[in-house]
C-alpha cells in the first residue's frame, strides 16, 4: 500500500476528503520522525516501538523498531477493557442463598457512570405518573359533574354518522362537496363548548400547570410525592431550568449551541472592532484587549484552517492547460530538432557567392594534386 | 519517551482538529495497518518509513530521511 491508497483507504474510512487526511498523515508521521530523530523513544500504540539506542559522539545509531505484541498493545488492553466493562458476573448475586434479593441494578448503573441518566429517567417517569393522576382525578371529577360538557360528549359512543362518499367526490375539496356544511359548523362551534366544559378544561390545565410548577420548583422539601431519586437531582434540574432560560434570554448561546462543526458560527468580540490593529496600547485595558484580540485572531485563523480542512479548495481543471503544455513542448522540440537536423541557412553578403567559392575551393584541391603529381 | 497522545497533542497545535477527532483518525489507521498487513501488503508511513510482514514478523524499513546521513534501517 502506497502513501496515496494509504490515503484513500483512511480517508474513506473517516469520511473526510483525501486533502485532509494526507494532511494529517504528513503532519503526524513528520512530528513522528522528528521525536525518533532527536532521539526520544517512540511509542506508537498498536504500532510499535521505535528505541534510538544511546550512541557516543555526534553520529546517531538508527533506532530499534519492535512491534507491539497483543500482550502489551494498549489499544488491545483499551478494547478488552470497553468489551469486559460490563461483567455479567456483576449482575449475579453475591449470595448465593437469597435468589429472591433483587438486584442491586442502580448501584451497578453506578459504578459504570450511568447513574445520574438513570434517575434523570426515573425523575421524567414520575412526573408523567403524577400529572396522570392528576389529570385523571380532574376528569373523573368533571364527568360526575350533572351538566353535560365537552368531555362527556368526547367519552360517550357516538352513532356513526359517517357520510360514504365515492371515489369521484373524494378527490373533490370538502367545500365543493358540501358548500353550506363548513358555514354550519363555523356557526355551530361555539355553541359546542358550553361554559361548563370551558371551565373543566380550565381546571384541568390549571390544575397540570400546578403541578408542573411544583414538580419544576424543587428545592428538596415540596417533592416529598415523587421519589427520593428526585431529591438527589435538585441541583440536575436546576442547571436545566437555568439553561433553559439562558437558552432563551441569549441568542449568542443558541447559535452556538446549534452550530456543528461543519457549520460553526463564531462570535467577533465586541473589543475587536473598537480598538483595530495599532501596534501600540490605545485604551487603559491594554492587556485584556490584546488578549481579546488575540483570541479572536487565534480563532479566526482556527475556524479557517478547519473550514479549509473540511472543504479543500476544488482542483483547477487542468486539462486546458496540459493540452496547452503539450503543444508548446512539441513546438519546442520541433525547433531544436530543426536547428540541429535542418539545412544551414545560407548567408548572402554583397560580392561574395558561396557556390562560386566551394567551387573554387574544390578546383583548388584538383588542380593542386594535379601540380604535385609530377613531382611525386 | 514520546506515546501516541504526546504525537497527537503536538499535531493538534498545528492542525484545526481536535485531540478527539485526532485520536480518532489516528485509531482509523491502526485499522488500516492491520488490515493492510494481514492481508500481506506493507503499507507504507509517508515520510516514516514502511511497515511489512516477513516471515511472520513485522519489520519496518525507515525513511531515507529518518537518518541524517542516510543511513537505512530494517529491524524487526
Known amino acids: 500500500m502506497t502513501r496515496d491508497e494509504l490515503v ?15 494532511v494529517f498523515l504528513h503532519a503526524f508521521f513528520d512530528e513522528a520522525k522528528s521525536a525518533v530523530r532527536s532521539g526520544e523513544t517512540l511509542k506508537l500504540s498498536g504500532l510499535g516501538v521505535w528505541e534510538t539506542p544511546a550512541s557516543k559522539g555526534n553520529n546517531p545509531k538508527a533506532p530499534i523498531f519492535r512491534p507491539e505484541t497483543a500482550e502489551t498493545s494498549d489499544a488491545a488492553s483499551e478494547t478488552q477493557f470497553h468489551r469486559n466493562m460490563l461483567v455479567p458476573s456483576h449482575l449475579l ?4 442463598t437469597s435468589v429472591v434479593e433483587e438486584v442491586d441494578v442502580p448501584s451497578i448503573l453506578e459504578e459504570l457512570g450511568l447513574r445520574k441518566r438513570i434517575s ?19 376528569l373523573r371529577s368533571t364527568v360526575e359533574s350533572d351538566s353535560p360538557s365537552v368531555l362527556d360528549h368526547s367519552l360517550d359512543p357516538q352513532p356513526d354518522t359517517h357520510t360514504y362518499i365515492s371515489t369521484e367526490e ?14 354550519r359548523e363555523a356557526e355551530a362551534e361555539p355553541d359546542t363548548l358550553n361554559d361548563e366544559g370551558v371551565a373543566a378544561q380550565n381546571d384541568v390545565s390549571q390544575t397540570v400547570d400546578q403541578e408542573f410548577d411544583h414538580m419544576i420548583e424543587v428545592d428538596g422539601t415540596d ?37 456543528t462543526s461543519d457549520d460553526y458560527v463564531y462570535e467577533e468580540p465586541a473589543n475587536c472592532e473598537q480598538y483595530p490593529e495599532t501596534g501600540t496600547a490605545a485604551s487603559p485595558d491594554d492587556a485584556t484587549l490584546s488578549d481579546s484580540t488575540s483570541a479572536y485572531r487565534n480563532d479566526e485563523v482556527f475556524y479557517r484552517n478547519r473550514d479549509q480542512l473540511y ?9 486546458l492547460l496540459m493540452l496547452a503544455a503539450l503543444v508548446l513542448t512539441a513546438i519546442v522540440i520541433a525547433i531544436v530538432f530543426y536547428m540541429i537536423y535542418g539545412e544551414a541557412p545560407t548567408r548572402e553578403f554583397p560580392g561574395v557567392d558561396t557556390q562560386g567559392r566551394e567551387i573554387s575551393a574544390v578546383h583548388r584541391i584538383t588542380c593542386t594534386t594535379i601540380v604535385f603529381h609530377p613531382l611525386s | 519517551m514520546a506515546d501516541t497522545k504526546d504525537i497527537l497533542q503536538r499535531i493538534s497545535a498545528r492542525l484545526p482538529l481536535e485531540t478527539e477527532e485526532l485520536m480518532r483518525c489516528y485509531k482509523e489507521l491502526t485499522l488500516v495497518v492491520h488490515e493492510t498487513l494481514a492481508s500481506g501488503d506493507h503499507v507504507e508511513l509517508m515520510t516514516f518509513g514502511t511497515l511489512r510482514r516477513r516471515g511472520g514478523e513485522l519489520t519496518f524499513t525507515g525513511h531515507a530521511s529518518l537518518f541524517p546521513d542516510g543511513e537505512a534501517m530494517i529491524s524487526s
Not at chain 1, 484513500?8 to 494526507?22: D, K, Q, V, Y
Not at chain 1, 448475586?93 to 448465593?96: D, R
Request: hydrophobic residues 35%.
Open chain 1, 311 to 319: 472543504h479543500p479548495p476544488e482542483k483547477r481543471r487542468s486539462k
Open chain 1, 223 to 259: 417533592c416529598h410525592d415523587v421519589s427520593n431519586e428526585v431529591l438527589e437531582e435538585e441541583s440536575c434540574i436546576s442547571e436545566y431550568v437555568d439553561e433553559e432560560d439562558s437558552f432563551e434570554h441569549n441568542p449568542v448561546m443558541e447559535r452556538s449551541d446549534i452550530a
Open chain 1, 8 to 22: 484513500i483507504a483512511l480517508a474513506r474510512r473517516l469520511g473526510m476528503p483525501e486533502h485532509s487526511t494526507r
Open chain 1, 93 to 96: 448475586l453475591q449470595n448465593e
Open chain 1, 120 to 138: 434523570h429517567v426515573a425523575f421524567l417517569d414520575a412526573l408523567l405518573d403524577s400529572m396522570d393522576k392528576n389529570m385523571e382525578t380532574s
Open chain 1, 170 to 183: 373524494a378527490s373533490l375539496p370538502f367545500d365543493d362537496i358540501y358548500p353550506f356544511e363548513a358555514h
